[in-house]
């Protein structure tokens, strides 16, 4: 047995070559040999998330709440499991409900799907990401159909008796556009309806029109187009105002850079936002006739006045409208068409302008056709001496059939 020191010198010796090797093992744990940055130990740990403001986000859409599913995973991946993402689907709401979750900023992510639902967002500060329907043109157009073998050809041929089949209120392609198409008429109208119960009311027959996208019914061969609108903007995804910059910039980053089988299951892609000004006014203008129409009895008048029609005064002035029959129509200085207009309160106005203008107005024509017409004019005040008035814009003019 050895001594004492020698017992002593082994335990302290063996002491050293233990901590020597722990010392290597803990390096090699905690320190990468070919960065000597990355720790090894946590390489399973997954990379710092961002994090937002909010501690929860509502995503509101207009659709299957499944389809949204794997965008919900991917950004809780991206912002932590400790926010509280919740979808808001209604597939049957009405645009009205929609329209009050957006003023209400109850929406924090707003798949809009309709140009109404967009026009709502950006008017209540919601800030542009990304398109919906990516696959699809950027603008699209409203369509008025009959029967292949009606016998309705043209808008020209609706009575007051025409059934027209419309759809909600504020949707664009089935009500907006149309009622802008339509004013002047008096028709019978069945509204409320979503696109395939439109098409399926002309199909039976049970409304003699109807009014819905025109990709929809351009290549049924039950159908025939009779009127193609104006183009309309796509819908978009919005962010709500109410989310701070930071987390706005997050979330745009986060919905424009996630996996392509992602975004093309929720619908949206990355694009500019398409320009909804002229949509807008169109808009305006439908929603200044539709306070006078009545949709509880029919026929119903997509128009606020003629000028044998029985309209207080006060509406004319307050919806800043002229409204006026055409009883004469000359040429100044070889170029400026002037229109001898004979408002209701039997006054004469001298409306002028350019032909560039006269071509933009639906239903001019080259102006020879507007001889006793009904004209109405918006937003133009006639000047108190000449009672002249100075046509600029084309949509500040309207021609009733």
């Known amino acids: 047995m050895g001594s004492p020191k020698t017992n002593q010198a082994f335990i302290l010796t063996l002491s050293a070559i233990l901590s020597l090797s722990l010392f290597g093992i803990m390096v090699y744990l905690f320190v990468n040999p070919k960065t000597g940055l990355i720790p090894l130990v946590f ?9 937002l403001d909010t501690n929860s986000l509502t995503i509101g859409i207009l659709g299957k709440s499944e389809d949204y599913t794997p ?17 808001d ?25 309709s140009p109404m639902i967009s026009v709502a967002a950006k008017d209540n500060g919601y800030v542009w990401v990304a398109r919906m329907f990516p696959q699809s043109p950027p603008y699209y157009q409203s369509a008025l159909f009959v029967q292949k073998n009606s016998s309705i050809q043209s808008i020209s041929d609706f009575k007051n008796t025409t059934v027209i089949a419309l759809g909600d209120f504020n949707s664009a392609s089935s009500f907006y556009m149309p009622t802008y198409d339509l004013f002047g008429k008096s028709l019978w109208v069945d509204m409320g309806h979503r696109g395939e119960v439109i098409q399926e009311l002309v199909k039976t027959g049970k409304a003699d029109v109807g009014a819905a996208s025109y990709e929809a019914v351009k290549n049924d061969p039950n159908f025939r187009v009779i009127q193609i609108s104006r183009n309309i903007p796509g819908s978009g995804v919005y962010l709500s105002p109410n989310l701070s910059d930071n987390d706005q910039k997050l979330i745009t980053k986060a919905l424009v850079n996630a996996p392509a089988n992602i975004q093309n299951q929720a619908n949206y892609g990355e694009d500019k936002e398409p320009d909804f000004s002229y949509f807008i006014q169109i808009s305006k203008r439908a929603e200044e006739v539709l306070k006078c129409a009545n949709f509880n009895q029919n026929p119903v008048n997509f128009f606020c006045s ?15 409208q002229l409204i006026g029959i055409v009883n004469g129509l ?12 004979q ?19 639906p239903n001019a024509g080259s102006g ?34």
């Open 306 to 320: 003629t000028a044998s029609a029985n309209i207080p005064e006060s509406l004319t002035r307050e919806s800043n």
């Open 43 to 51: 390489s399973e740990i997954k990379q710092p998330i961002n994090r």
């Open 343 to 361: 408002a209701k309160d039997q006054k004469i106005y001298y409306v002028f302008l350019n032909p560039q203008i006269l071509n933009q107005i």
């Open 368 to 401: 020879l056709n507007l001889q006793n017409k009904t004209l109405v004019i918006t937003g133009v005040i006639p000047d108190p001496k000449s009672n002249q008035i100075v046509i600029n814009d084309p949509n500040q003019i309207q021609v009733l059939n």
């Open 71 to 87: 965008l919900v995973d991917y950004l809780k991946q991206q912002f932590g499991d400790q926010i509280t993402i919740t979808i």
């Open 89 to 113: 689907s209604k597939i049957r709401e009405s645009y009205q409900e929609v329209k009050n979750k957006l003023a209400t900023k109850k929406w924090d992510i707003a798949f809009t799907l």
């Open 330 to 341: 000359s040429i100044v200085d070889n170029q400026i068409t002037r229109l001898t207009l």
